[in-house]
């Protein structure tokens, strides 16, 4: 029998909310990077993840720029390129005995860990600790895992 080889699953990676507004939002200093970013989980050269709580935060702060229905049709989209992780009683109990200053990247770090999530993708990443996940900068992101390069 020949050897079986199991393609390699995509690495899971957590996209802060920080990259999807950028691209959302089409700030200019990070809207190429975070396009890319969204491009790797369209593609699937990576698993992209959503917490949970980010998409009420991406509705609210979109919302007040593009209108409710921009703020819907993008979070539909975004749905179909990356999944929903659980935000949950243990995320909540972890993040608030969590050491990271802000409660947002505490939640964000600990729906990670939780949801079993290989890497976070976010522009503050000296806001979280590298002590059981990756931790990219869009750029990095890119440069890891793109096809091309």
């Keep these: ?35 890319q970013v ?8 990576i698993e992209g993840f959503v917490s949970a709580s ?14 409710r229905d921009w703020a819907f049709d993008f979070l539909r989209r975004l749905v179909t390129i990356c999944q ?12 608030l005995a969590s050491d990271i200053k802000d409660f ?4 964000q770090h600990s729906t990670a860990i939780i949801n079993e999530i290989d890497a976070i993708a976010t522009r503050n990443k000296q806001d979280f600790p590298v002590d059981r996940i990756q931790i990219f900068t ?11 390069s």
């Design 54 to 67: 980010t998409m009420s935060d991406l509705y609210y702060i979109i919302r007040k720029q593009k209108g």
């Design 38 to 45: 969204l491009q790797l989980a369209e593609q699937r050269q």
């Design 104 to 107: 947002e990247d505490a939640i």
């Design 84 to 95: 929903v992780a659980a935000v949950d009683q243990s995320v909540i109990a972890m993040a």
């Design 138 to 148: 869009p750029t990095e992101l890119i440069q890891r895992f793109s096809l091309s």
């Design 1 to 35: 029998m020949g050897s079986s080889k199991r393609k390699a699953q995509p690495v899971k990676v957590l996209l802060d909310t920080n990259v999807i507004l950028d691209f959302a939002l089409e700030r200019h200093l990070f809207l190429q990077d975070s396009e």
